[in-house]
């Protein structure tokens, strides 16, 4: 017969062996009852970023939760930085299944040892659990839950998957969550190419990111520092040597400057999509026509401004955008001049006269009388006050005449030219275009600079119209675009508003340069529009407050600018 401390034994061993049986058994009940909720394993959102055709960044904004988040691939974040995490808050992550029991039993006994909180048992895997479920408490009943779910996202998710996922959310310092937003918020590099200071100082920071914020308590984040030093050596990732060294030095702090390329292009992006992505830009074209702006700017009236648009002709991308000439003036520099409803002055004529030839009703060569006429007790009058009688629609439109335009319009009808400026990109306010009536022809209908631009570029087409595009995946929707002109037409506005007699030095790989100009009454609006071969561009200048001045004409102050930015 055993004697009773052999039964005793026995019974021990029994119920030693049946736990772990119980307790996976209990896990994979409750895995059944209970599964892993698939929404914390959605990315959480990113900061939405806009970058320029060619990739480069031009805005990034902050999240709905006012957070900069950067998520990056895990072979887009330093080794050291890596292996410092796993050494100073969970060095046996590689192995454990989630939970770390010797973990849990070392903080057990430190924590009755101190008689307080002296250190946690958190896995990695935990902590990241706890971040997505964003439940802040410090309780058992917590604790035991983060554990399960833990166990239960190991199966899930990868170890390499997991700490991806935990570095891309925990926070450093501030708002900043992950890695690269603390990299570049804190030493203006990406988190690949943090030095080993850099890593090791940023490793210790997501235990507390406000006690240990380097910034602002140096000598806590130090000594948080120093523990990640001394975690590193004991699992054999840094020589003690070398740890001494990086002990004496502290890095560099200094933030990336956040980019400010094409402001008002950037809100235009994110308005019409919030959350950003790859748009038409060209970063180094919209450079030129930022240098262009500053330096034209210069030789105009002292609060002057100038809006540019250029959209490429075969796909309707916006290419370079500048809403105003300084966009940090406290007054007009959040003015979006290139979507401002603004006087189109002379600038809408090809259009009027497209209407006519479009109904066989003219050609270039029909003769049209320029003297006075009266319209609803109103006697317009051209430019320079004079009139020369009968002239052709050739000569009337290059010398930009506002009777013989006027008389054109009449003859196609106003629905029919409002019909072909919209189908063209030209948009209106409700109601404006059909209370303008004949007067469309000096600018009586306000208009906005990126929609006349894109109805140029329906010019350059020679009549296909595409709609302006902001974001590089919708050109692929875009076609070949809809006819709204015949080539006929288009074929005779480019002879009559071809630069060859009128612009010297025209860009060697334009096959034609054609513009117009427009200036609107009491010298409020100068335009001026064209295209060549590849791009259609607009600008207008004047004042944001609607300020006459005589210099704001379209010859003299805008087409400068548009020969520069076309021919340069």
Known sequence: MASPWRRRLRRTVRVACAIPVL????FFGLDALYPFPEELLTRPATSPFLTASDSDLIRVQLTDREEWRRPVPLARISSNLIEATIAVEDRRFRTHLGVDPIAIV?????????GRRVSGASTLTMQWVKMRSGNTRRTVW?????????????????KNEILERYLNLAPYVGNHRGVEAASLELFGKHAADLSRPEAYLLAGLPQSPARHNPRRH?????????????????TGNLPAVEAQAIASTWPTLQSAPRPL?????ARMAFEQRPAGGRSTLDSELQRHAEEVVARRVRNLPEGADVALVAIELETGAVRALVGSADVNDPMDGQVNGATAWRSPGSALKPFLYAAAFEAHLATPDTQIDDSPMEIAGWAPNNFDGEFVGMVSAREALRRSLNIPAMRMAHLAGLPRVIGVLESAGVRFLPGRAQEAGLALATGAAEVRLIDLTCAYATLGRKGRFLPWVLFEDELELQGNGTRVLSEPTCENLLGILSSKERVENARPDAHHFAWKTGTSSAFRDAWSLGYDGKMAVGIWVGNFSGAPDRAFTGSEAA???LVEFLCE
């Open 218 to 234: 140096r000598e806590s984040a130090a000594r948080r520092r120093a523990t990640v030093l001394a975690a590193c050596v004991q």
């Open 106 to 114: 070392r903080a057990g006994l430190q924590n009755l040892a101190g």
């Open 23 to 26: 307790a996976v058994a209990a």
């Open 261 to 265: 390329i094409a402001p008002h292009f």
């Open 559 to 561: 087409t400068p600018i």
């Open 142 to 158: 917590n604790k035991l839950q983060e554990a399960f779910r833990a166990l239960q996202v190991e199966r899930i998710l990868s």
